[in-house]
DNA sequence: CCGCCCACGC
DNA sequence: GACGTACGTGGGCGGA
């Protein structure tokens, strides 16, 4: 986007005449009035009007027409207001000068924007305004209490102190080299490719001098399952790392991580990395086992802070000011003419990732004192780093999947899909809506006028989500169902059944997914490539993809195990209501406990309906859904919601209580934290704007029971995995679904394992309160008859 | 290439 | 009167 700055648009135009055309046309009258610095889509386009129509008032005359045509960047121009209506907030808490007689500013005051900017990660923004000149400074001090950054009012004193001090970690005269940023060039360093017998040999004898050896891999792909090793880097100090290329040639690999192996196998050892689950893992192949103890700082970043950004680029600039070589200065830029690292010359390659080693350790010496100021140490010593080595083994695994199955689906659904689009076909009145999903809306909604009233999202297009289509079908409208289905077909073909097999790995003829473990705020893990966490189950077309997820041969079985109703029982427990506590002890369904609560009748006359209100509920308390929501998800009167959610409150009042607390802990702690003290940092609680307020609101309170329930199976695995190694046992844990585990199971140890798992599960985590926690387990030829 | 919408899971 | 249920991943689309 073109920027015409300020004088620019000043120098044409009489600046009164341009916020006119701003405001009236509905751009970015926020701007112009607090943050006339900024000249951004709204000054410019009013501009261009006022040139052409020559005069402001053909301009207004013709306002309806030119809103119509701006469409969308009338959207965007407001956004770009609300955007820099903060920005002046902010920036106008710091002394930033301009001069109040045309209330513009001519020359912004250069050093104090880069501070705020810098101090408030403003990057893009930085750059528009400050040029190539901007970047970013090093934040020493520990986040999660800095600054609010939207919506919010804040207060002149604690935006005053929050911004010096972050400022005042670096002295003045190393201000400008900050914002230069330090580098390879610029920093002295002492990098060392390792190279024959000699060399190895005497790098083997100085890592052996520290308990503590950061490491690092380069690999000639990110699927850590089909990457070859490149090379090894290794740091023990500051400043100084080696670098070990590895040929080709797998034997000669082999041999040259044989050099190591002292290492590898010394348990007393700490391995530091950046991610070390993908090291281990490309080692794995290679033989190779870290017996020693784990720090990862990807992991301690995650539990600093859980939202933050964690490249290594980004750590590296924030916690040492330092800016990294870039990949794309070796490999290229992405895309399919990206190379591999295989091929980048020894000197270039040598310096990128010894400097990966360097970062990685200094990190380390960052976080280490970090984790225990803010008191995540335990999470992070008994939660996060010990499961790396049970995802790996996990991811290593893999799950077989049967490929002829899934190709036969495929083709059934392909079948299934054309019928249905042949629905369309035969009934001409809907031939014009072949094509896109888009012109089914168009037609749906303009053609056919079914709902002058349909909602549109906010980028103006119809909303044809399955809730709205729904609600036509119930008025008849027959070609919804098609529609609705022709979707569940398309998309479970392309996403699940077409995606699948191509992610089947040639070596292991199974699919690996890889976890996410710094991903989810909440604590939760993720999975990807492929995603097997959201593997279809809810109709019957849908679960039948899971029949393709079977065991590794005929003498295994799949297992799985999952917790009962884990959540609301975390919800019981760190509320401690009296009520829903006894339900659990009491061992009774818990939804029809609750619906002969809210209703006052015995739960022998809970009827299918009560009880389906009431599961209802349960599951809008754990994520702070209100009467509007239960109505909507449950078809209801707004009045019978509030109806059933007061009954609610009353009858389990340690439940109002629990949210009422927690809320107040965040606003006065700007925190929330799971049982194992887990944060979650929350800025916005005491914002001032109702929506950006209600969304922290909702977290502080769905934080720490979703994050309970994470750190819970965090455990279980951790023991379940230990308890299997233990009994030497052949059966593999395979994956783990928020709250179910599933094993690749030799059958005759089944029974064995069986209440091994169990039991493991149960008592990873007791709950407050005694409330029980009971996990459950099934078997079979397939995950669908597992579950 | 990226943002949006939609749809799948817990 | 706002806004209206948490956390994710991925495919398809449309516009820059």
Redesign the pocket.
């Known amino acids: ?1 073109e920027i015409l700055g300020p004088e620019e648009v000043c120098a044409k135009w009489n600046i009164k005449e341009v916020s006119q055309v701003v405001d009236i046309l509905g751009l970015m009258g926020d701007a112009v009035d607090n943050i006339p610095g900024i000249a951004g889509v709204g000054e410019k386009t009013a501009a261009k009007l006022l040139a052409q129509y020559g005069t402001l008032e053909n301009v207004l005359a013709d306002a309806d027409n030119i809103k119509g045509a701006l469409g ?1 960047k009338v959207r965007k121009g407001r956004e770009d207001a609300i955007l820099s209506k903060k920005l002046a907030t902010i920036i106008t808490n710091v002394p930033v000068e301009f001069h109040e007689e045309d209330f513009r500013i001519k020359e912004w005051n250069k050093e104090k924007l880069k501070e705020v900017f810098s101090a408030l990660e403003f990057k893009t923004i930085g750059k528009r305004l400050l040029g190539d000149d901007f970047a970013p400074a090093a934040v020493v001090a520990p986040v999660g209490v800095q600054t609010d950054l939207f919506g919010n009012i804040i207060e002149p004193e604690p935006a005053k102190t929050t911004i010096s001090k972050t400022t005042s970690a670096v002295s003045s005269e190393e201000t400008e080299s900050v914002f230069a940023g330090k580098n390879i060039q610029n920093t002295p360093h002492q990098y060392e490719a390792v190279v024959g017998d000699i060399a190895l040999n005497s790098l083997v004898t100085v890592l052996k001098s520290s308990k503590e050896i950061c490491l690092d891999t380069e690999t000639t792909g990110i699927d850590a399952n089909t990457a070859e090793l490149v090379g090894l880097s290794f740091s023990i100090k500051p400043a100084v790392a080696y670098y070990v290329p590895c040929p080709a040639n797998r034997e000669e690999t082999l041999a040259i991580l044989a050099y190591f192996s002292p290492l590898f196998n010394d348990a007393s050892i700490t391995w530091v990395g950046q991610n070390l689950k993908y090291d281990m893992l490309v080692l794995k192949w290679y033989g190779v086992e870290l017996a020693g103890n784990l720090f990862d700082t990807m992991l301690a970043h995650y539990v600093i802070e ?2 933050g950004k964690r490249s290594m680029d980004a750590l590296a600039e924030k916690y040492l000011g330092y800016v990294p070589v870039a990949i794309e200065e070796l490999i290229g ?3 399919k003419s990206q190379g591999t690292m295989r091929d980048v010359e020894l000197d270039k390659i040598k310096d990128y990732a010894a400097e990966d080693a360097d970062i990685a350790l200094q990190l380390k010496h960052v976080f280490a004192p970090m984790l225990a100021e803010l008191e995540v140490e335990k999470v992070f010593n008994e939660v996060e780093n010990p499961l790396v080595k049970v995802l790996m083994e996990m991811e290593y695994e893999g799950i077989r999947v049967d490929e002829a199955f899934l190709h036969e689906y495929s083709k059934e659904l392909e079948l299934e899909a054309k019928k249905r689009k042949r629905v369309f076909i035969n009934k001409p009145v809907y031939a014009s809506i072949l ?5 089914w ?1 168009k037609f749906l909604f303009d053609k056919l006028k079914l709902d002058p009233s349909a909602k549109k ?13 729904l609600k036509l079908a119930a008025r008849g409208i027959g070609i919804v169902d098609d529609i ?1 289905t022709f ?2 077909l ?6 699940y059944v ?2 699948l097999p191509v992610l089947i790995n040639p070596k292991t003829n199974r699919v690996h997914t890889t976890y ?1 473990q710094a ?4 604590g ?1 893990l ?6 097997l ?7 019957d077309r ?2 039948e993809i899971r029949k393709a997820f079977i065991p590794r041969d005929k003498d295994h079985i799949l297992i799985s195990a ?1 917790y009962s109703q ?1 959540e609301l029982r975390i919800v019981a427990a760190i509320s401690g209501d009296q009520n829903m506590c006894d339900a659990f002890k009491r061992g009774t369904d818990i939804h029809t406990a609750t619906a002969a609560r809210v209703y006052n009748v015995e739960e022998s006359e809970v009827t299918k309906e009560m009880r389906y209100k009431a599961k ?1 509920v349960n ?2 308390i ?9 109505a ?2 449950l078809g209801i009167t ?1 009045t019978e919601a509030k109806e059933i959610i007061d009954n609610y409150k009353k009858q389990f009042p340690g439940i109002q209580e629990y949210m009422d607390t927690t809320i107040n802990f965040a606003r006065e702690h700007g925190y929330v934290q799971t049982l194992m003290g887990r944060k979650r940092w929350l800025r916005d609680i005491n914002s001032a704007n ?2 950006v307020r ?2 922290a609101e ?2 502080a309170i ?2 720490p029971i ?1 994050g309970t329930a994470a750190d819970m199976i965090k455990l279980a695995m951790q023991k379940v995995f230990a308890a299997m190694r233990r009994e030497k046992m052949k059966s593999r844990m395979i994956l783990q ?4 585990l599933v094993f690749d199971a030799l059958r005759s140890e089944v029974n064995e394992l069986r209440p091994l798992i169990l039991e493991n599960m149960q008592t990873a985590m007791p709950l407050p309160n005694d409330v029980p926690v009971i996990a459950e387990c099934g078997e079979g030829e397939n995950w669908l008859q597992a ?1």
């Open positions: 986007m969308e859980p939202d830029k992405k895309g094509h896109l999903q888009n012109n809306e999202t906010k980028t103006g297009q119809y909303q044809t989500g399955e809730d709205v289509l609705l979707r569940e398309t998309k479970l073909k392309s996403t077409d995606a996410g991903v989810a705020v909440t939760r993720a999975s990807n490539n492929p995603n966490q959201n593997i279809p189950v809810r109709t849908g679960r999952d884990i209802s599951f809008g754990i994520y702070g859904q209100g009467a509007f929501g239960l909507d998800n707004r109702f929506t209600g969304f909702r977290n769905n934080s979703q679904v928020h709250d179910e579950h």
